[in-house]
C-alpha cells in the first residue's frame, strides 16, 4: 500500500515535469523557427524558379528560334506583369528558318515580360547581325509582338567603313533594315587606325 502511495505520487510529478519541459521546448523551437524563416508578404516577391548555369534553346511554333546561355535565370510569374530576369549577363543567338544566325545579342542584365513579348536588355548591350555590323546602347527594347527593336538612348552602329552615333534607334527583328531617329553623325573607319589597335 505504501509503495503504490509513493509510486503514484511519484509518477504525478514526473509526468507533471516533463509535460511542463516538453511545452517549454515546443515555444522555445517556434520562436527560434519564426526568427530564423524569412517574412514574406506574399509569393510575388520570390522568384517561383531559379535556374543556374543555362544553356538551352527556345522553340515558336514548333521551329527553334533562339539558343540563350546566362549564368542565372529567375523567374517572377505571380507578378501582375509576370517576367523572367536574367541578373548576370545574357547571351542568345537568333535563327532564320534555314537556322542560320541571324543576330547575336549580349547584354549585363535582361527582363522578358512574358504577357507582353517584351525584351528589355539594359548596361553594355551589343548585337551583331547577319552582315556583320555591331550595334551598341545602354537600353534596348525587343517588341516580339510588333516584330520591332528599339531604344531611346545612345547608339553606335559599326558599319565596315562607317560608324553612325545617335539617340534614339528603330529596327526590324534581324537588325537588317534601321534607322537612327536623332543623328549625330558618321564617321569613316581609318584602316590605319584599326590596324595600329591590334
Known amino acids: 500500500m505504501l509503495l503504490r502511495s509513493l509510486f503514484g505520487k511519484y509518477s504525478g510529478i514526473t509526468v507533471a515535469s516533463f509535460v511542463t519541459v516538453i511545452l517549454f521546448l515546443s ?11 524569412p517574412n514574406f508578404s506574399s509569393r ?3 522568384p517561383g524558379m531559379r535556374a543556374d548555369s543555362i544553356v538551352t534553346l527556345i522553340s515558336d511554333s514548333g521551329r527553334i ?6 549564368a542565372s535565370w529567375l523567374v517572377y ?9 536574367f541578373p548576370e549577363k545574357i547571351y542568345f543567338e537568333r535563327f532564320d528558318d534555314s537556322l542560320r544566325i541571324e543576330s547575336i545579342v ?13 525584351w528589355e536588355l539594359k548596361k553594355n548591350v551589343q548585337v551583331m547581325n547577319l552582315a556583320g555590323e555591331k550595334f551598341e546602347t545602354p537600353l ?4 516580339q509582338n510588333l516584330h520591332k527593336i528599339y531604344s531611346d538612348s545612345f547608339i553606335r552602329i559599326e558599319q565596315k567603313d562607317w560608324i553612325s552615333t545617335g539617340i534614339g534607334f528603330e529596327s526590324n527583328e534581324s537588325m537588317t533594315k534601321y534607322s537612327i531617329l536623332n543623328s549625330q553623325g558618321n564617321f569613316p573607319i581609318d584602316p590605319e587606325e584599326e590596324n595600329s589597335d591590334q
Open 77 to 85: 510569374d505571380q507578378l501582375p506583369d509576370p517576367y523572367w530576369f
Open 106 to 118: 549580349k547584354s549585363d542584365t535582361a527582363r522578358y515580360y512574358t504577357n507582353r513579348k517584351l
Open 27 to 37: 515555444l522555445s523551437c517556434k520562436r527560434e523557427k519564426a526568427d530564423i524563416l
Open 140 to 143: 534596348l527594347y525587343w517588341d
Open 44 to 46: 510575388d516577391s520570390v
Open 65 to 70: 528560334r533562339y539558343k540563350v546561355i546566362t
